[in-house]
T-cell receptor
């Protein structure tokens, strides 16, 4: 199956700082990547759709200035949580679509963000 | 209204037995995809099985099979010969829209516990 990596796997930061999370498709090209947020024992909430070479599409209620997404290449998308606050603490997961397999979404291992 | 409904928050199954995890969906799109993912305690989302809306036969992948009943809008996951390692959270997901504008919607999940 297709492999998606995510870095870092875990990050702890102080309130007010910015944190960048990288999502890479390792063995395939992904024109579209998705960013999700998952609260403890809850389902995945789609935050935004990241399109290579164009602006991300944000879901309703997600602040685009707070969660900056850059999809610089066909294998890399980044999510930057700007001026992080404790309420931003969560599990962030990215996924990338593999066109050759019915656009099956393959997920990264996730990043656990803790804002102190 | 919920687009993906998983009515079983938790399930128990005896090792080596089969178990069915329920999923119903709601869409007016003629073309859609249905997915099941497994999320162990480590947090990663593992793709298990895919069913396209036009697929005539139920999808199967090893011990996983998808009981697709289009008229009832259900896509239940059947795990045969359960193993202890199957204990995890299971999410049903639906892909809607057209290529390039896909949206993926997740259910609330079912926590499966396999008993020795």
């Amino acid at each position: 199956g297709a492999v998606v990596s995510q870095h870092p796997s875990r990050v702890i930061c102080k309130s007010g700082t910015s944190v960048k999370i990288e999502c890479r498709s390792l063995d395939f090209q992904a024109t579209t990547m998705f960013w999700y947020r998952q609260f403890p024992k809850k389902s995945l909430m789609l935050m935004a759709t990241s399109n290579e070479g164009s602006k991300a599409t944000y879901e309703q209620g997600v602040e685009k200035d707070k969660f900056l997404i850059n999809h610089a290449s066909l294998t890399l998308s980044t999510l930057t949580v700007t001026s992080a606050h404790p309420e931003d603490s969560s599990f962030y997961i990215c996924s990338a679509g593999h066109r050759g397999e019915a656009d099956t979404q393959y997920f990264g291992p996730g990043t656990r963000l803790t804002v102190l | 209204a919920q687009k993906i409904t998983q009515t079983q928050p938790g399930m128990f199954v005896q090792e080596k037995e089969a178990v069915t995890l329920d999923c119903t969906y709601d869409t007016s799109d003629p073309s859609y995809g249905l997915f099941w993912y497994k999320q162990p305690s480590s947090g990663e989302m593992i793709f298990l099985i895919y069913q396209g809306s036009y697929d005539q036969q139920n999808a199967t992948e090893g011990r996983y099979s998808l009981n697709f009943q289009k008229a009832r809008k259900s896509a239940n996951l059947v795990i045969s010969a359960s193993q202890l390692g199957d204990s995890a959270m299971y999410f049903c997901a639906m892909r809607e829209g057209q290529a390039g504008t896909y949206k993926y919607i997740f259910g609330t999940g079912t926590r499966l516990k396999v008993l020795a």
